[in-house]
Protein backbone atom coordinates (compact mmCIF):
# COMPACT_ATOMS: atom_id res chain seq x y z
CA UNK A 1 0.00 0.00 0.00
CA UNK A 2 1.20 3.38 -0.80
CA UNK A 3 0.62 6.49 1.09
CA UNK A 4 1.27 9.50 -1.15
CA UNK A 5 0.67 13.06 -0.96
CA UNK A 6 -2.64 13.73 -2.97
CA UNK A 7 -1.86 14.30 -6.84
CA UNK A 8 -3.51 17.61 -7.26
CA UNK A 9 -0.94 18.75 -4.46
CA UNK A 10 1.87 17.54 -6.18
CA UNK A 11 1.49 19.20 -9.26
CA UNK A 12 2.03 22.77 -7.13
CA UNK A 13 4.82 24.50 -5.73
CA UNK A 14 5.24 24.40 -2.06
CA UNK A 15 6.17 26.90 0.45
CA UNK A 16 8.45 25.45 3.07
CA UNK A 17 7.55 27.55 6.02
CA UNK A 18 6.00 30.02 8.25
CA UNK A 19 7.59 31.47 11.37
CA UNK A 20 6.13 33.28 14.76
CA UNK A 21 7.97 35.04 17.37
CA UNK A 22 6.33 36.16 20.46
CA UNK A 23 7.74 38.72 23.27
CA UNK A 24 6.07 39.76 26.06
CA UNK A 25 2.67 38.43 25.93
CA UNK A 26 0.80 35.93 28.93
CA UNK A 27 0.94 32.50 27.10
CA UNK A 28 3.08 33.05 24.70
CA UNK A 29 3.19 29.62 23.29
CA UNK A 30 -0.61 29.41 22.84
CA UNK A 31 -0.66 32.51 21.02
CA UNK A 32 2.28 31.09 18.93
CA UNK A 33 0.05 27.88 17.85
CA UNK A 34 -2.64 30.38 16.62
CA UNK A 35 -0.29 32.33 14.52
CA UNK A 36 0.92 28.58 12.97
CA UNK A 37 -2.02 27.72 12.46
CA UNK A 38 -3.36 30.85 10.19
CA UNK A 39 0.04 30.44 8.99
CA UNK A 40 -0.91 26.67 7.83
CA UNK A 41 -0.71 26.35 4.43
CA UNK A 42 2.85 27.40 4.37
CA UNK A 43 4.10 24.18 5.54
CA UNK A 44 1.53 21.00 6.68
CA UNK A 45 3.89 18.58 7.58
CA UNK A 46 5.41 19.60 10.56
CA UNK A 47 5.43 21.84 13.52
CA UNK A 48 7.24 22.75 16.34
CA UNK A 49 7.38 25.90 19.14
CA UNK A 50 9.91 26.58 21.90
CA UNK A 51 9.12 29.19 24.85
CA UNK A 52 11.27 30.77 27.85
CA UNK A 53 9.78 30.60 30.99
CA UNK A 54 12.52 32.74 32.65
CA UNK A 55 13.98 29.57 33.95
CA UNK A 56 14.55 26.85 31.23
CA UNK A 57 13.32 26.79 27.36
CA UNK A 58 10.04 24.33 26.84
CA UNK A 59 9.53 23.16 23.40
CA UNK A 60 7.12 20.55 21.40
CA UNK A 61 7.84 19.79 18.12
CA UNK A 62 5.22 16.77 15.98
CA UNK A 63 5.04 15.65 12.54
CA UNK A 64 1.44 16.65 11.23
CA UNK A 65 -0.65 20.04 11.15
CA UNK A 66 -0.27 22.65 14.07
CA UNK A 67 -4.73 21.58 15.37
CA UNK A 68 -3.38 18.01 15.32
CA UNK A 69 -0.43 18.02 17.35
CA UNK A 70 -0.95 21.60 19.74
CA UNK A 71 -4.48 21.53 20.93
CA UNK A 72 -4.00 19.83 24.22
CA UNK A 73 -3.87 21.86 27.42
CA UNK A 74 -1.26 19.37 28.81
CA UNK A 75 1.38 20.69 25.87
CA UNK A 76 0.25 24.11 25.94
CA UNK A 77 0.84 24.04 30.02
CA UNK A 78 4.08 22.58 29.66
CA UNK A 79 5.00 25.59 27.22
CA UNK A 80 5.23 28.20 29.94
CA UNK A 81 6.23 31.22 29.13
CA UNK A 82 6.31 34.97 27.85
CA UNK A 83 8.00 34.58 25.02
CA UNK A 84 8.04 31.96 22.36
CA UNK A 85 8.80 31.34 18.83
CA UNK A 86 7.10 28.54 16.28
CA UNK A 87 7.66 27.14 12.99
CA UNK A 88 5.20 25.49 10.42
CA UNK A 89 7.58 22.96 8.01
CA UNK A 90 6.96 21.16 4.88
CA UNK A 91 9.77 19.35 3.26
CA UNK A 92 10.66 16.74 0.70
CA UNK A 93 10.03 13.15 0.96
CA UNK A 94 12.68 11.79 3.25
CA UNK A 95 13.38 14.65 5.06
CA UNK A 96 10.21 14.27 7.51
CA UNK A 97 11.78 13.35 9.96
CA UNK A 98 11.71 14.77 14.05
CA UNK A 99 14.62 15.88 14.60
CA UNK A 100 14.59 18.13 11.70
CA UNK A 101 11.74 20.10 13.11
CA UNK A 102 12.08 23.23 13.77
CA UNK A 103 12.85 25.77 16.07
CA UNK A 104 16.61 24.02 16.42
CA UNK A 105 17.40 24.31 19.77
CA UNK A 106 21.07 24.46 21.17
CA UNK A 107 22.80 25.09 24.36
CA UNK A 108 25.73 27.76 23.29
CA UNK A 109 28.11 29.35 25.62
CA UNK A 110 25.85 31.83 26.40
CA UNK A 111 22.76 29.89 26.96
CA UNK A 112 19.84 28.51 25.48
CA UNK A 113 18.93 29.54 21.79
CA UNK A 114 16.32 28.34 19.87
CA UNK A 115 15.90 29.26 16.10
CA UNK A 116 12.88 28.79 13.68
CA UNK A 117 14.01 29.71 9.17
CA UNK A 118 11.95 30.32 6.17
CA UNK A 119 13.98 30.17 3.11
CA UNK A 120 16.88 28.05 2.24
CA UNK A 121 20.53 28.74 2.53
CA UNK A 122 22.31 28.34 -1.22
CA UNK A 123 25.80 27.98 0.53
CA UNK A 124 24.69 25.10 3.28
CA UNK A 125 26.03 22.43 1.70
CA UNK A 126 29.42 24.42 1.47
CA UNK A 127 29.46 25.56 5.22
CA UNK A 128 28.65 22.65 6.44
CA UNK A 129 31.28 20.44 4.93
CA UNK A 130 33.83 22.61 6.47
CA UNK A 131 32.59 23.14 10.10
CA UNK A 132 32.21 19.14 10.00
CA UNK A 133 36.01 19.48 9.06
CA UNK A 134 36.54 21.43 12.27
CA UNK A 135 34.46 18.95 14.31
CA UNK A 136 31.01 20.31 14.15
CA UNK A 137 28.77 17.21 14.85
CA UNK A 138 25.06 18.13 13.64
CA UNK A 139 22.12 16.54 14.77
CA UNK A 140 19.55 17.57 11.85
CA UNK A 141 19.63 17.86 8.04
CA UNK A 142 18.33 21.11 7.55
CA UNK A 143 20.40 24.56 6.22
CA UNK A 144 19.68 25.60 8.99
CA UNK A 145 21.37 24.35 11.99
CA UNK A 146 24.84 25.66 9.77
CA UNK A 147 23.60 29.33 11.60
CA UNK A 148 23.81 27.77 15.43
CA UNK A 149 27.38 26.32 14.20
CA UNK A 150 28.60 28.93 13.10
CA UNK A 151 27.73 30.88 16.01
CA UNK A 152 29.07 28.09 18.22
CA UNK A 153 32.29 28.66 16.71
CA UNK A 154 32.65 32.75 17.26
CA UNK A 155 34.15 32.45 20.86
CA UNK A 156 33.23 36.15 21.92
CA UNK A 157 29.86 38.17 21.91
CA UNK A 158 26.38 38.90 22.77
CA UNK A 159 24.50 36.50 21.43
CA UNK A 160 23.17 39.18 18.88
CA UNK A 161 26.67 39.60 17.41
CA UNK A 162 27.58 35.86 17.48
CA UNK A 163 23.91 35.11 15.22
CA UNK A 164 25.38 38.09 13.02
CA UNK A 165 28.56 37.16 12.39
CA UNK A 166 27.30 33.39 11.33
CA UNK A 167 24.78 35.32 8.91
CA UNK A 168 27.63 37.33 7.20
CA UNK A 169 28.88 33.87 5.98
CA UNK A 170 26.05 32.68 4.64
CA UNK A 171 23.93 32.76 1.43
CA UNK A 172 20.55 32.67 -0.12
CA UNK A 173 17.30 33.53 1.89
CA UNK A 174 16.29 33.48 5.23
CA UNK A 175 13.64 35.31 7.44
CA UNK A 176 14.46 34.11 10.88
CA UNK A 177 12.86 34.02 14.36
CA UNK A 178 14.67 33.00 17.34
CA UNK A 179 14.96 32.72 21.13
CA UNK A 180 17.45 33.62 23.62
CA UNK A 181 17.27 34.31 27.08
CA UNK A 182 15.11 37.25 27.57
CA UNK A 183 14.42 38.30 23.64
CA UNK A 184 13.26 37.55 20.59
CA UNK A 185 14.83 37.78 17.39
CA UNK A 186 14.14 38.43 14.12
CA UNK A 187 16.05 38.87 10.56
CA UNK A 188 15.78 39.33 6.71
CA UNK A 189 18.36 38.53 4.39
CA UNK A 190 19.71 41.72 2.57
CA UNK A 191 17.51 40.76 -0.22
CA UNK A 192 14.01 40.26 1.53
CA UNK A 193 13.37 37.22 -0.76
CA UNK A 194 10.95 35.80 2.38
CA UNK A 195 8.27 38.03 4.02
CA UNK A 196 8.62 38.81 8.22
CA UNK A 197 5.90 41.59 9.77
CA UNK A 198 6.12 42.92 12.78
CA UNK A 199 2.72 43.49 14.98
CA UNK A 200 2.04 44.84 18.70
CA UNK A 201 0.08 43.00 20.66
CA UNK A 202 -0.89 44.66 24.34
CA UNK A 203 2.69 45.29 25.82
CA UNK A 204 4.58 42.94 24.05
CA UNK A 205 5.19 42.06 20.16
CA UNK A 206 5.09 39.53 17.68
CA UNK A 207 6.59 38.60 14.51
CA UNK A 208 5.04 36.36 11.50
CA UNK A 209 5.49 35.20 8.24
CA UNK A 210 2.44 37.36 7.20
CA UNK A 211 0.08 39.59 8.95
CA UNK A 212 -2.91 37.23 8.46
CA UNK A 213 -1.03 35.14 11.66
CA UNK A 214 -1.08 38.93 13.19
CA UNK A 215 -5.07 38.78 12.80
CA UNK A 216 -6.27 35.76 14.14
CA UNK A 217 -4.60 36.48 17.80
CA UNK A 218 -5.96 39.93 17.60
CA UNK A 219 -2.28 42.33 17.14
CA UNK A 220 -1.79 45.48 15.19
CA UNK A 221 0.03 44.90 12.30
CA UNK A 222 3.14 47.45 13.15
CA UNK A 223 5.33 47.14 9.45
CA UNK A 224 7.62 44.45 7.84
CA UNK A 225 11.00 43.69 9.03
CA UNK A 226 12.82 45.03 6.15
CA UNK A 227 15.35 43.37 4.44
CA UNK A 228 18.74 43.03 6.01
CA UNK A 229 17.28 44.39 9.25
CA UNK A 230 17.59 42.48 12.15
CA UNK A 231 15.43 43.05 15.70
CA UNK A 232 15.26 42.51 19.03
CA UNK A 233 12.17 42.30 21.05
CA UNK A 234 12.99 42.35 24.89
CA UNK A 235 11.78 44.30 28.22
CA UNK A 236 12.98 47.81 26.36
CA UNK A 237 11.18 47.71 23.24
CA UNK A 238 12.03 47.05 19.59
CA UNK A 239 15.66 47.65 18.29
CA UNK A 240 16.47 47.47 15.01
CA UNK A 241 20.36 46.67 13.94
CA UNK A 242 21.17 47.41 10.08
CA UNK A 243 24.50 44.81 10.01
CA UNK A 244 24.60 44.10 6.52
CA UNK A 245 26.06 46.17 3.24
CA UNK A 246 22.63 47.61 2.20
CA UNK A 247 21.18 45.92 -1.26
CA UNK A 248 18.19 46.38 -3.89
CA UNK A 249 15.38 44.64 -2.66
CA UNK A 250 14.23 41.17 -4.48
CA UNK A 251 11.33 40.40 -2.60
CA UNK A 252 9.29 36.99 -3.89
CA UNK A 253 7.46 37.77 -6.60
CA UNK A 254 5.45 34.47 -6.28
CA UNK A 255 4.36 35.05 -2.97
CA UNK A 256 1.90 37.72 -4.57
CA UNK A 257 0.70 35.43 -7.24
CA UNK A 258 0.40 31.81 -4.88
CA UNK A 259 2.35 31.11 -1.53
CA UNK A 260 1.01 34.18 0.26
CA UNK A 261 -2.18 33.88 1.64
CA UNK A 262 -4.95 36.17 -0.13
CA UNK A 263 -6.15 38.37 3.59
CA UNK A 264 -2.45 38.85 3.81
CA UNK A 265 -0.65 42.43 3.41
CA UNK A 266 2.88 41.35 2.44
CA UNK A 267 5.71 44.03 1.37
CA UNK A 268 2.81 46.85 1.74
CA UNK A 269 0.55 45.83 -0.74
CA UNK A 270 -2.57 43.35 -0.15
CA UNK A 271 -2.17 40.02 -1.89
CA UNK A 272 -6.03 39.81 -2.50
CA UNK A 273 -5.62 43.14 -4.77
CA UNK A 274 -2.54 42.16 -6.43
CA UNK A 275 -3.75 38.72 -7.87
CA UNK A 276 -6.94 40.63 -9.09
CA UNK A 277 -4.85 43.73 -10.85
CA UNK A 278 -2.44 40.72 -11.94
CA UNK A 279 -5.64 38.94 -13.40
CA UNK A 280 -6.96 42.33 -14.89
CA UNK A 281 -3.58 42.31 -16.38
CA UNK A 282 -3.57 39.28 -18.06
CA UNK A 283 -7.38 39.98 -19.75
CA UNK A 284 -5.54 43.32 -21.18
CA UNK A 285 -2.56 40.88 -22.54
CA UNK A 286 -4.62 37.28 -23.49
CA UNK A 287 -8.20 38.20 -24.33
CA UNK A 288 -10.43 35.96 -26.13
CA UNK A 289 -14.09 35.57 -26.62
CA UNK A 290 -15.65 33.29 -24.26
CA UNK A 291 -19.00 32.92 -21.87
CA UNK A 292 -17.37 32.42 -18.65
CA UNK A 293 -14.76 32.75 -16.50
CA UNK A 294 -13.71 30.07 -13.96
CA UNK A 295 -11.46 29.64 -11.49
CA UNK A 296 -9.36 26.83 -10.43
CA UNK A 297 -10.06 26.77 -6.76
CA UNK A 298 -8.92 28.13 -4.35
CA UNK A 299 -5.67 29.58 -5.41
CA UNK A 300 -6.98 30.66 -9.04
CA UNK A 301 -9.97 32.67 -7.46
CA UNK A 302 -8.48 36.11 -6.97
CA UNK A 303 -6.83 36.50 -10.26
CA UNK A 304 -9.98 35.07 -12.12
CA UNK A 305 -12.25 37.64 -10.29
CA UNK A 306 -10.34 40.66 -12.04
CA UNK A 307 -9.40 38.52 -15.07
CA UNK A 308 -13.45 38.42 -15.86
CA UNK A 309 -14.08 42.04 -14.51
CA UNK A 310 -11.72 43.05 -17.04
CA UNK A 311 -12.57 40.87 -19.56
CA UNK A 312 -16.43 41.59 -18.83
CA UNK A 313 -17.56 38.04 -18.89
CA UNK A 314 -19.47 36.46 -15.86
CA UNK A 315 -17.49 34.91 -13.35
CA UNK A 316 -18.66 31.40 -12.26
CA UNK A 317 -17.64 28.59 -9.57
CA UNK A 318 -17.36 25.96 -12.61
CA UNK A 319 -15.19 23.52 -10.31
CA UNK A 320 -15.93 22.64 -6.84
CA UNK A 321 -13.10 21.98 -4.40
CA UNK A 322 -14.28 19.48 -1.26
CA UNK A 323 -12.36 20.97 1.81
CA UNK A 324 -12.70 17.74 3.80
CA UNK A 325 -9.86 15.96 1.56
CA UNK A 326 -7.12 14.85 4.12
CA UNK A 327 -3.42 15.89 3.30
CA UNK A 328 -2.95 12.59 2.53
CA UNK A 329 -5.06 9.93 0.54
CA UNK A 330 -4.33 6.39 0.57
CA UNK A 331 -4.05 4.48 -2.44
CA UNK A 332 -4.27 0.96 -3.32
CA UNK A 333 -4.19 0.42 -6.72
CA UNK A 334 -2.93 2.61 -9.92
CA UNK A 335 -7.04 2.52 -10.86
CA UNK A 336 -7.74 4.45 -7.35
CA UNK A 337 -4.91 6.69 -7.88
CA UNK A 338 -6.35 7.54 -11.50
CA UNK A 339 -9.63 8.34 -9.81
CA UNK A 340 -7.87 10.76 -7.09
CA UNK A 341 -8.30 13.66 -9.44
CA UNK A 342 -12.36 13.93 -8.57
CA UNK A 343 -12.07 13.58 -4.86
CA UNK A 344 -10.46 17.16 -4.26
CA UNK A 345 -12.41 19.05 -7.55
CA UNK A 346 -15.68 18.32 -9.12
CA UNK A 347 -16.74 19.75 -12.10
CA UNK A 348 -20.27 22.00 -11.99
CA UNK A 349 -21.82 21.31 -14.90
CA UNK A 350 -24.56 24.05 -14.87
CA UNK A 351 -21.89 26.47 -15.21
CA UNK A 352 -19.97 24.63 -17.80
CA UNK A 353 -22.43 22.89 -19.92
CA UNK A 354 -22.25 24.10 -23.94
CA UNK A 355 -20.29 27.25 -23.03
CA UNK A 356 -16.88 28.05 -23.87
CA UNK A 357 -14.66 28.07 -20.60
CA UNK A 358 -11.90 30.23 -19.49
CA UNK A 359 -9.94 28.10 -16.69
CA UNK A 360 -7.53 30.78 -14.54
CA UNK A 361 -4.65 29.19 -12.80
CA UNK A 362 -1.83 30.54 -10.94
CA UNK A 363 0.80 28.38 -12.50
CA UNK A 364 1.62 25.27 -14.14
CA UNK A 365 4.38 23.07 -12.82
CA UNK A 366 4.05 19.49 -14.02
CA UNK A 367 1.76 19.97 -16.33
CA UNK A 368 -0.10 17.02 -15.03
CA UNK A 369 -3.13 18.70 -12.76
CA UNK A 370 -4.19 20.96 -15.74
CA UNK A 371 -4.48 17.99 -17.75
CA UNK A 372 -7.10 16.67 -15.30
CA UNK A 373 -9.06 20.06 -15.06
CA UNK A 374 -9.18 20.29 -18.66
CA UNK A 375 -10.23 16.88 -19.12
CA UNK A 376 -12.87 17.37 -16.49
CA UNK A 377 -14.50 20.60 -17.46
CA UNK A 378 -14.70 19.31 -21.45
CA UNK A 379 -16.34 16.10 -19.60
CA UNK A 380 -18.33 18.45 -18.23
CA UNK A 381 -19.84 19.91 -21.34
CA UNK A 382 -17.52 22.79 -22.41
CA UNK A 383 -17.63 23.72 -26.06
CA UNK A 384 -14.32 25.46 -25.78
CA UNK A 385 -11.65 25.23 -23.02
CA UNK A 386 -8.87 28.08 -22.64
CA UNK A 387 -6.16 28.50 -19.66
CA UNK A 388 -4.69 31.49 -18.77
CA UNK A 389 -2.25 31.33 -16.22
CA UNK A 390 -2.13 34.62 -13.68
CA UNK A 391 2.23 33.70 -13.81
CA UNK A 392 4.65 33.70 -16.02
CA UNK A 393 6.00 30.13 -17.51
CA UNK A 394 7.71 28.51 -14.61
CA UNK A 395 11.00 27.58 -15.93
CA UNK A 396 13.85 27.39 -13.21
CA UNK A 397 13.69 25.76 -9.87
CA UNK A 398 13.72 27.79 -6.55
CA UNK A 399 16.55 27.64 -4.16
CA UNK A 400 15.07 30.10 -1.80
CA UNK A 401 12.50 27.85 0.01
CA UNK A 402 10.05 26.94 -2.43
CA UNK A 403 10.00 23.32 -3.50
CA UNK A 404 9.94 22.70 -7.26
CA UNK A 405 10.92 19.87 -9.24
CA UNK A 406 13.97 19.45 -10.79
CA UNK A 407 14.03 21.64 -14.45
CA UNK A 408 13.75 18.13 -15.76
CA UNK A 409 10.44 17.86 -14.94
CA UNK A 410 9.06 21.62 -15.47
CA UNK A 411 6.64 20.91 -18.46
CA UNK A 412 7.45 24.95 -19.45
CA UNK A 413 11.11 24.69 -19.32
CA UNK A 414 10.61 21.41 -21.46
CA UNK A 415 8.22 22.88 -23.77
CA UNK A 416 6.98 26.03 -25.84
CA UNK A 417 3.41 27.65 -24.86
CA UNK A 418 1.85 25.61 -28.02
CA UNK A 419 3.26 22.61 -27.04
CA UNK A 420 2.32 23.06 -23.35
CA UNK A 421 -1.33 23.66 -25.11
CA UNK A 422 -1.70 20.54 -26.69
CA UNK A 423 -0.32 18.21 -23.57
CA UNK A 424 -2.79 19.97 -21.55
CA UNK A 425 -5.16 19.74 -23.99
CA UNK A 426 -6.33 23.29 -24.19
CA UNK A 427 -8.09 25.49 -27.48
CA UNK A 428 -5.73 27.88 -26.26
CA UNK A 429 -3.04 28.84 -23.18
CA UNK A 430 -1.79 32.20 -22.26
CA UNK A 431 0.73 33.22 -19.19
CA UNK A 432 1.00 37.01 -18.21
CA UNK A 433 4.19 37.94 -19.28
CA UNK A 434 6.97 38.97 -17.04
CA UNK A 435 6.64 43.10 -17.74
CA UNK A 436 2.99 42.43 -17.08
CA UNK A 437 3.36 41.06 -13.92
CA UNK A 438 5.40 43.91 -12.74
CA UNK A 439 3.25 46.32 -14.49
CA UNK A 440 0.32 44.53 -12.23
CA UNK A 441 2.89 45.10 -9.33
CA UNK A 442 2.64 48.85 -10.13
CA UNK A 443 5.82 48.97 -12.09
CA UNK A 444 7.00 50.09 -15.30
CA UNK A 445 7.89 46.35 -16.26
CA UNK A 446 10.98 44.83 -15.72
CA UNK A 447 14.14 46.56 -15.64
CA UNK A 448 16.75 43.54 -16.24
CA UNK A 449 19.37 45.58 -15.39
CA UNK A 450 17.67 45.91 -11.63
CA UNK A 451 14.71 43.47 -11.22
CA UNK A 452 12.99 45.31 -7.81
CA UNK A 453 11.71 41.43 -7.18
CA UNK A 454 13.20 37.46 -7.17
CA UNK A 455 11.61 35.92 -10.77
CA UNK A 456 14.07 33.28 -10.96
CA UNK A 457 11.92 30.69 -11.57
CA UNK A 458 10.44 32.46 -14.55
CA UNK A 459 13.77 34.43 -15.75
CA UNK A 460 16.46 32.23 -14.07
CA UNK A 461 18.07 35.46 -12.97
CA UNK A 462 18.96 34.00 -9.19
CA UNK A 463 19.76 37.07 -7.38
CA UNK A 464 22.38 35.26 -5.17
CA UNK A 465 25.41 33.24 -5.90
CA UNK A 466 24.12 29.46 -6.01
CA UNK A 467 27.39 28.02 -4.45
CA UNK A 468 25.91 24.20 -3.40
CA UNK A 469 25.09 23.60 -7.12
CA UNK A 470 28.87 24.28 -8.26
CA UNK A 471 29.42 21.33 -6.19
CA UNK A 472 26.77 18.93 -6.44
CA UNK A 473 25.65 18.94 -3.24
CA UNK A 474 22.66 16.85 -2.52
CA UNK A 475 19.59 17.54 -1.74
CA UNK A 476 20.09 16.92 2.40
CA UNK A 477 23.03 17.12 4.44
CA UNK A 478 23.40 13.48 6.18
CA UNK A 479 23.63 10.15 4.92
CA UNK A 480 21.32 8.88 7.91
CA UNK A 481 17.62 8.16 6.67
CA UNK A 482 15.11 7.88 9.19
CA UNK A 483 11.59 7.38 9.22
CA UNK A 484 9.21 9.41 11.85
S1 LIG B 1 12.85 31.55 -7.51
FE1 LIG B 1 10.63 31.96 -7.74
S2 LIG B 1 9.65 30.99 -5.98
FE2 LIG B 1 11.85 31.11 -5.54
S3 LIG B 1 12.10 33.02 -4.39
FE3 LIG B 1 12.47 33.52 -6.53
S4 LIG B 1 10.43 34.12 -7.34
FE4 LIG B 1 10.11 33.10 -5.40
Same mark, same amino acid.
Given at each position: ?22 Y??? /?A???T????H ?31 N???E ?26 N? /????A ?5 G ?6 ? $??TN ?14 ? /? ?43 M ?6 P ?34 V ?7 L????VH ?5 P?Q ?9 I????P?S ?5 SV ?5 R???E ?5 P ?7 P ?11 YA???D ?9 N ?22 ? $??N????? $???V???D?S ?7 K ?7 S ?8 R???P???H ?5 I ?19 E ?6 LAF ?11 R????? $????F ?30 A
Amino acid at each position: MTIRTHPFDDDKLREECGVVGIYGVE /QAAARTVLGLHALQHRGQEAAGIVSYDGRQFNAHRALGHVADNFSSEQIIARLKGHSAIGHVRYSTTGETILRNV /QPLFADLEFGGFAIGHNG $NLTNAHALHRDLVRRGSLF /QSTTDTEVITHLMATQLRGSVVDRLIHALQQVEGAYSLVALAQEMVIGVRDPLGVRPLVLGRLGDGYILASETCALDIIGADFLRDVEPGELVVLDSSGVHSLRPFPAQPRRFCVFEHIYFARPDSIVEGSSVYEARKRIGAELAREAPTPADVVIPVPDSGVPAAIGYAAKADIPFELGIIRNHYVGRTFIEPTDHIRHLGVKLKH $NANRASIE $NRRVILVDDSIVRGTTSKKIVEMVRSAGANEVHMRISSPPTTHSCFYGIDTPERAELLAAQNDVKAMAEIIGVDSLAFISIDGLYRAMGRPGRDS $NQPQFCDACFTGDYPTRLTDQGVGAPAQLSLLAETA
